[in-house]
């Protein structure tokens, strides 16, 4: 099986999806390419496709009224990329979502139709669809609850669990828009950062 559908393989089939069923869905799916900077989704187009990540990362923003952006994530290597269209059945599963791309990236292209063809088809089938909408639903629930219930430093914190080498891969003013702070103050929270560090550090030698 080529290597990028094998990725897919791997993520996918914990969420209950058994050999056969995959088989089946991935007769349906394609590799597509991206450059850096293209757009994958826009908001408010209609979809026909969402997209498992092999290789790259990507951002969800939003174009605000003043003309600025808000971004409200990443994604990285074997994540989903959905725009939450999947989920905006009542409005023609539209993009809420612009999506675009911060690296070249190679991408898994899974059409809706082979999703609702499968639904139908297969019980099992049925419920992972479910537990995916689920699960990237929940991710931007915690990132709203986040922003009242951690401090900037926890949140800052988490971004390297969640997309690691983050701070090598994506503009400084981009993950300040994240985290909803300016740059100067994304500098300022990464010298207490490092200087932090460099005290645990100083207080874990043998004295």
Sequence with gaps: MNKVFENFKQYILPFGL??????????YCSIVHFQKG?????????QNAIYFIYKGIIRNYVNKMDGGTSIYGFRIENMLITGYALYNYKNEYRAKLTIDCLEDCELVSIPLQALKFMEEHSKVSHMVGRFLAEAHALELVDYIIDIDT????????NLEKLFPNIHQRVPQ??????????????????KSRKNAGVQNAYNETPK
Excluded at 173 to 190: E, F, R
């Design 18 to 27: 058994n050999d056969a069923d995959f088989d089946q869905l991935v007769n």
């Design 38 to 46: 293209e757009v994958v989704m826009e908001a408010g187009v209609k």
């Design 150 to 157: 951690k401090s900037l430093v926890d949140r800052y914190d």
């Design 173 to 190: 003013h981009m993950i300040a828009s994240y985290l909803g702070i300016t740059p100067v103050h994304l500098s300022n929270v990464k």
